[in-house]
């Protein structure tokens, strides 16, 4: 049954995935949201913290039945900062940029504030969770959890931070079998709360019997790669994957999506398949 998400938390995860603030020293300051209230042992490794709250909550009849209701909420938003010994910028001044910052992500996505994106950039491994991707070459498709797969590494990693042409490949030369990539994206929002999905691949894939990548989502209901979606390129394309039914039944019980990607056509055994991912 679809749910309808807390305003706080929205807000939070809003804020969390899109505050960046820079100190006088060009370092990006820590800063962490949370429900209220202020935390003063937080500031012994951030910067500053910023409270979400509900301040007020009206609930009206829309009509005089009371069958359709409206409810209208006020949310309260603060900001902590405290004078930090060897820090560059003083409590006041960070209070100023946190400020600054809430009022731009709010004016940015004032119109859609619970669509959340994940990507990889400035994800590194280790440090590439809760968000990962793993590659390997097989002549089937493998489920999320086979031991084939092998996480990229922290440079390979850099390579799918951004669209910028600078291309993770993977290549793999063994007869009748095709290259994978694998990415793995964790939904922080509770899967009856999530009303759509659409889950992008950029890049292309290149074989001896043609041009073409294919993306497939993970059901962990039937156990089984879905929602095909096919390109036939030779240079970058964008394939999507939009999800609106039985979206449960492509979040995991951990509260991941998978999403694979392989080259549509195998290697020769001398030819290699290759991926390539932007």
């Given at each position: 049954m679809s749910e309808i998400e807390d305003p706080v938390t929205t807000v939070i995860r809003l804020l969390s995935k899109n505050v960046r603030v820079v100190k006088e020293d060009n370092a990006i300051a820590n800063i962490h949201v949370s429900k209220e209230w202020y935390d003063r042992e937080l500031f012994k490794n951030y910067d500053g913290q910023i409270t979400v709250g509900l301040g007020e909550s009206k609930d009206t009849k829309v009509e005089m039945s009371g069958r359709i209701r409206r409810r209208l909420g006020t949310l309260r938003v603060n900001v902590w900062a405290t004078d930090r010994p060897a820090t560059s910028d003083p409590g006041r001044l960070m209070r100023q940029k946190m400020v600054e910052e809430i009022n731009r992500i709010v004016r940015q996505n004032r119109n859609k504030p619970n669509v959340i994106e994940y990507n990889f950039a400035g994800l590194g491994y280790p440090e590439g969770d809760p968000h990962k991707a793993f590659?390997?070459?097989?002549?089937?498709?493998?489920?999320?959890?086979?031991?084939?797969?092998?996480?990229?590494?922290?440079?390979?990693?850099?390579?799918?931070?951004?669209?910028?042409?600078?291309?993770?490949?993977?290549?793999?030369?063994?007869?009748?079998?095709?290259?994978?990539?694998?990415?793995?994206?964790?939904?922080?929002?509770?899967?009856?709360?999530?009303?759509?999905?659409?889950?992008?691949?950029?890049?292309?894939?290149?074989a001896p019997a043609g041009n073409g990548v294919t993306i497939k989502v993970w059901n962990h209901v039937s156990e089984a790669w879905e929602q095909a979606q096919t390109g036939t390129g030779g240079a970058d394309e964008t394939l999507t994957i939009t999800l609106t039914l039985n979206i449960v039944n492509f979040i995991d019980a951990n509260g991941y999506v998978w999403l694979l990607a392989k080259t549509t056509n195998p290697s020769d055994g001398t030819t290699p398949a290759v991926l390539y991912c932007d």
């Open positions: 590659q390997c070459g097989l002549g089937s498709e493998p489920s999320p959890i086979a031991a084939v797969w092998t996480e990229l590494t922290n440079e390979e990693y850099q390579k799918i931070w951004y669209s910028d042409d600078i291309r993770y490949s993977k290549s793999h030369s063994v007869n009748g079998e095709y290259a994978f990539m694998l990415f793995r994206f964790k939904i922080e929002s509770r899967e009856q709360a999530v009303k759509k999905i659409v889950l992008a691949f950029e890049g292309y894939g290149a």
